[in-house]
RNA sequence: AGGCCUGUAGCUCAGUUGGCUAGAGCGCACCCCUGAUAAGGGUGAGGUCGGCAGUUCGACCCUGCCCAGGCCUACCA
């Protein structure tokens, strides 16, 4: 059973808009005052009226919207070039873009706000392995991948090509409008896709820039490689199980075995030469080895035959690439006597390693650091011509089959020597770069050895060589021990059959200066040296505080430490691989001759770019060779290469004869041109102020940003670079799906809307990583109510007021207090906007709100706000002040709080449903040019301190209601002469205030001792209150205004 | 394993070139107001400044080591 109403038939419903009842005593006079009023809700209800803001910003200037009108209107404005770094188009935006994109959008907004045209052009990065590899499996799960992998090549590459661009469109869309429910503002309508026609043209002219600078090489590069696929493998290809291999202990004789016993330091003589000659020989009757410290040996006879170094493998298969062995130059080495035989490893190692081989005589001779091996030289064990260097390189034959340094050597497996052959595996090719060491390999696509490799061998699989090079090494007497293991190994995750490293013909950005092979070529003599021209831009920003201007040439960081991270990358970086044998990306546009040899010049891929530019890189698959070039001219190209090509000349290659090149670019090189693509081609301005990114690009976009564009322009393309951190758990951990503890951004959206989202994205120190929590959405709710009932507050005091500019009033009136504080936080905010200092911002808004406006200033006006006559002069002074601040308030918390800001804004204005006014379009305010007497801080002191010995005497007197009280602030100085007492009242929240240039401290006086009555009206004490004309207590102030006498 | 970075109250952050009893807001507890009311105001309790050692008359701040965490490399012969 229901309780049915218990309101009587004819009653008043109480009413929502408070009616002047209840305050004073019962059975006294009820008296109206001026009650707030306002349509802006206390309730933002952010999830359903962002949308509508969305809409109506969309709709702005007759459909144009709210972002287009800016940017045009601001047209001749100063520019702040700020660049978009593309996101992956690939699945929902995660609270890593979250952040990301709200501190760009302050960015944006508050440059705009600041007058200036900020253009702001969102892109997506839509090439690359993720989208191809999901397009495959999905294919492949859906059956549909046999009919397309009978195709031919091109058609094949087509047709994937073909679900990879809708697979991207969708995620554009998709993070598109997720982007953009989170309020920020860009040209979303003309975004930048890297798969774009126009932009993929433009990336192919710097690459054409590149190659004109002689920066482009072609050369071998060891890739993971598909034996049954024939392909090379990326990464992401790879799938890791465990695997059952052979491995192998093997001696490399040393060439000079004095050399290596020099090494060690023994003694110039032989065993069993008399024990007494032995002692002042040592290192005096020879040059050492090496400027390092002799080794430790102890003086003993060196041994009579020769020795050997002990090389570890896993993969006994690549012991034909072999061309050099590597130490770790720190470690101790160790001469080691192994059952009669002598031979070089870790000294650290030596008991395992013979103990695993059950070795019986083990007798440590000498030790030496690595570092004093370096050089030595060894004989291949079954390879006697010195391989070929290697496409394009030219290798020092001294280092070949010696003792190079490698820092990765350690002491965990294996002898501490490594086996390095550079065509076989990553660190060694790295080692084999440095040390000019050839670029071997001797294995074929098919996995068989090629005609470089020993007869024995050649035809043979590299899993049937295994065994095949054991049983060798253990005839030849070289085999030490050998046996087998199980390790994880990767395997090509479509043929689940293991993958072998091989060296493939890649295409190179040198950063070291031109390699011999671009030497010759057309505008090569001005080539770049890439590494010394980041590094002198990453310095020649250093010591640059925030606010001053950047030299020349020089970048910024925010955070500082910034500069030293990506220095230190940019120090140890290897040259940049840009090519990837897939099929969705955009195509290196390089050609094969008959003979084999690659062809690509500047004019070349400049003529490749135009057809690109008309029709796509679909064009690479569709068109045969002489369409591409169709644009290309040899006779007046002047590269060198050029030669190669002439269209119907009997020296030259006709163009139809050429061979496309399989290769696509690296996705991260057309991210890299963005700054050409986007800010030059859509005339946003060069360099970019700003890039803001998270702090793993320094690795990623930075770098792939910085060396084309200094290539191609000689300048950095950025003057800025802001990073930030990563977002976290509660407890500092990594956020991910598999663990689990991942927020959605959609449910955050869902639970408390952006404007929330924004106003704890603003309040974080984001150069750290960030800690994230559902329930820190709730806190930051907390604290934007707080704003929102400030602005509620103001703007329901307002409904009366027409404003007006151009009031005077006394630097001693509140007003002139207030406005002054809200001029000094203005300054302060937009500084810190300016600064990327979004904290400050969010901190000082959110005090003043709290502190200066709720706390202070609007609890002692609301007497006169509430009770004055609506229209005294006071009343309005008051309500300009609020009027002035509610509308600089709204242009400060714009940037951060773009819905709420705009909301209040409008309130203020009372803009009608269809009128197109918003904050959005305005600038931050000029100051208000309020003069606040000299005699405020004091006077806040005295208050404050007064407000303290109220406390003091509610908790010791009788006084509960503070308007019971009066005050006796004292004023030795005389600066309180000048200022109101009832204003001075107000602030203490006292019905009075007198003012004693004798007292010390101040006094608290209980005014109902005096038999002050209580005003019924305003309930305060003020000495005036007497019975009026209609019976009721009223003050002075309170029967004025409300007309008795 | 290496490079860079972080670690101050339950939470988010301040702490200027080493020098006062280490601060603020939120949250929490208690109180006031009931004409901003699913609001507003006030007061208070919370910290061995990640740990250990060192330099110094003096260290949250400088140095070293360790612990925890993050990003980026390298994960291998």
């Known amino acids: 059973m229901s309780t049915p109403s218990s309101t009587p038939p004819g009653a008043q419903a109480p009413d929502k808009p408070l009616a002047a009842e209840g305050g004073g005593a019962t059975g006294k006079h009820k008296y109206p005052v001026n009650l707030p009023k306002t349509a802006f809700p206390m309730k933002a209800n952010l999830v359903q009226n962002e949308p509508a803001s969305l809409k109506r910003w969309s709709g702005l200037a007759a459909g144009k919207g709210l972002y287009t009108s800016l940017v045009v209107e601001r047209a001749s404005a100063p520019a702040f070039v700020f660049h978009d770094g593309p996101p992956y188009a690939n699945g929902n935006i995660h609270m890593g873009h979250l952040m990301n994109k709200c501190l760009k959008d302050f960015v944006v907004r508050s440059q705009m706000m600041a007058g200036k045209r900020c253009a702001f052009v969102p892109g997506w990065d839509c090439h ?38 809708k697979y991207a469109e969708k995620f554009v869309k998709l993070q598109g409008e997720q ?134 493998t896993t993969t006994p298969w690549t012991l034909p690439a072999n061309v050099g062995i590597a130490v770790n130059p720190k470690h101790e080495y160790a001469l080691v006597r192994v059952d009669g035989n002598v031979t070089v490893m870790a000294a650290g190692l030596v008991e395992k390693v013979t103990a695993a081989a059950n ?34 390189r030219v290798c020092d034959p001294a280092h070949l089959w010696s003792v190079v340094a490698a820092d990765y050597v350690t002491l965990e497996d294996g002898t501490g020597i490594v086996h390095t052959a550079p065509g076989h595996g990553a660190e060694d090719f790295a080692t084999g770069l440095r040390e000019h060491l050839p670029i071997y390999c001797p294995v074929q696509g098919d996995g068989t050895y090629d005609g470089t490799a020993p007869d024995w061998l050649r035809g043979v699989s590299v899993w049937d060589a295994n065994k095949k090079v054991t049983d060798w090494l253990r005839n030849s007497g070289h085999l030490f021990y050998d046996h087998t293991f199980t390790h994880s190994y990767p395997h090509d995750w479509r043929s689940k059959t293991p993958t072998i490293f091989r060296c493939t013909e890649q295409w190179f950005v040198g950063v070291d200066g031109l390699p011999e092979t671009a030497r010759g070529r057309a505008g090569a003599a001005e080539g770049r040296n890439l590494r010394e021209m980041a590094l002198a831009s990453v310095d020649a920003g250093a010591n640059t505080t925030a606010g001053t201007a950047v030299p020349q040439q020089g970048v910024k960081f925010v955070p500082e430490w910034g500069r030293n991270r990506l220095r230190g990358m940019l120090e140890s970086r290897p040259d940049w ?70 269209e119907g000349s009997r020296h030259g290659v006709p163009a139809h004869h050429l061979k496309k090149g399989n290769d696509i670019l690296d996705v991260w090189f057309e991210s ?30 930075f770098q792939s940003s910085l060396l084309p564009a200094l290539g191609a322009t000689g300048q950095p393309p950025f003057r800025t670079l802001l990073t930030h951190g990563f977002m976290v758990d509660k407890h500092g951990k990594k956020m991910s799906k598999s663990i689990g503890n991942d927020i959605k951004v959609e449910d955050l959206l869902k639970d408390h809307g952006a404007d929330v989202c924004r106003w704890w994205v603003a309040s974080l120190a984001y150069e750290n990583d960030v800690k994230v929590d559902m329930e820190f959405f709730s806190l930051a709710g907390e604290s934007y109510r707080k704003v929102r009932n400030t602005l509620r507050f103001m703007l329901s005091n307002l409904d009366d007021y027409q404003h007006s500019a151009g009031l005077n009033f006394s630097g001693t009136s509140l007003e002139a207090w207030v406005l002054g504080v809200f001029d000094a936080l203005s300054a302060r905010v937009q ?93 931050f305010a000029p100051p208000t040019g309020a ?54 009242a107000d602030l203490l929240g006292v019905s009075k205030v007198w003012i004693d240039t004798s007292a010390e401290a101040a006094r608290v006086e209980d005014l109902r001792a005096r038999g002050w009555e209580a005003c019924g009206r305003s309930w305060k004490r003020d000495g005036t209150v007497k019975k009026r004309a209609d019976g009721g207590m009223l003050s002075d102030r309170d029967a004025a205004a409300v007309g008795l006498a």
């Open 128 to 165: 690359g392995l993720p989208i191809e590899h999901k397009v495959m499996t999905d294919l492949i799960e859906g059956g549909k991948y046999d009919k397309i992998a009978a195709l031919p090549d091109d058609q094949r590459k087509m047709a994937v090509r073909r679900e990879c661009r």
């Open 179 to 312: 982007m953009q429910r989170l309020l920020t503002l860009g040209d979303y309508a003309h975004p930048y896709l890297t798969m774009d026609p126009a932009y993929e043209g433009a990336v192919l002219e710097v690459l054409a820039d590149l190659v004109e600078q002689g920066l482009v090489y072609r050369a071998l590069k060891p890739v993971h490689w598909s034996i049954a696929n024939e392909t090379a493998l990326a990464e992401a290809e790879l799938e890791y199980e465990d695997r059952e291999d052979l491995s192998v202990y093997v001696d490399f004789e040393a060439l000079d075995a004095d050399a290596v016993y020099d090494a060690f330091g023994l003694a110039k003589k032989l065993e069993g030469d008399d024990e007494d000659e032995e002692e002042p020989l040592t290192g005096s009757l020879r040059e050492p080895p090496l400027p390092a410290p002799a080794g430790r040996g102890e003086g003993g006879p060196r041994p009579a035959q020769r020795p050997s170094f002990m090389i570890w």
């Open 359 to 392: 070795a019986e005589d083990v007798r440590v001779l000498a030790t030496t650091p690595g570092a004093n091996l370096l050089g030595l030289r060894y004989k291949h064990p079954f390879v006697s011509n010195p391989p070929p260097c290697g496409l394009g």
């Open 577 to 646: 691989c840009i090519s990837r044998q897939r099929a969705w990306g955009l195509p290196i546009p390089a050609f094969t001759t008959p003979e084999g040899a690659a062809f690509m010049t500047a004019a070349s891929v400049r003529a490749v770019a135009k057809v690109v530019r008309e029709k796509g890189s679909d064009a690479w698959f569709t068109l045969p060779p002489q369409e591409l070039l169709k644009h290309y001219d040899a006779a007046s190209d002047k590269d060198p290469l050029a030669k190669l090509l002439a």
């Open 672 to 701: 890299g041109t963005s700054w050409n693509a986007v800010l030059r081609e859509r005339n946003l301005g060069y360099p970019a102020d700003l890039y803001l990114e998270g702090s793993d690009q320094h690795r990623g976009w």
């Open 831 to 923: 500084a810190a906007y300016a600064d990327y200092d979004y904290r400050t911002v969010h901190l000082a808004l959110y005090e003043f709100c709290s502190q200066t406006l709720s706390a202070t200033y609007l609890a002692a006006v609301k007497d006169r706000l509430y009770c004055d006559k609506p229209d005294s002069p006071r009343r309005r002074q008051t309500q300009h002040a609020l009027w002035t601040m509610t509308d600089g308030l709204c242009r400060l918390l714009a940037p951060l709080l773009p819905h709420t800001a705009d909301e209040a804004w409008r309130a203020l204005h009372k803009a009608a449903p269809g009128d197109d006014r918003s904050v959005h379009l305005l600038t």
């Open 931 to 984: 003069q606040p007497d000299e005699g405020w801080s004091s006077a806040m002191d005295t208050i404050a301190a007064a407000s303290k010995a109220l406390e003091d005497a509610k908790a010791q007197t009788g006084i509960q209601n503070p308007l019971d009280a009066g005050v006796h602030l004292p004023d030795k100085a005389g600066v309180l002469a000048r200022f109101e007492a009832i204003d001075l």
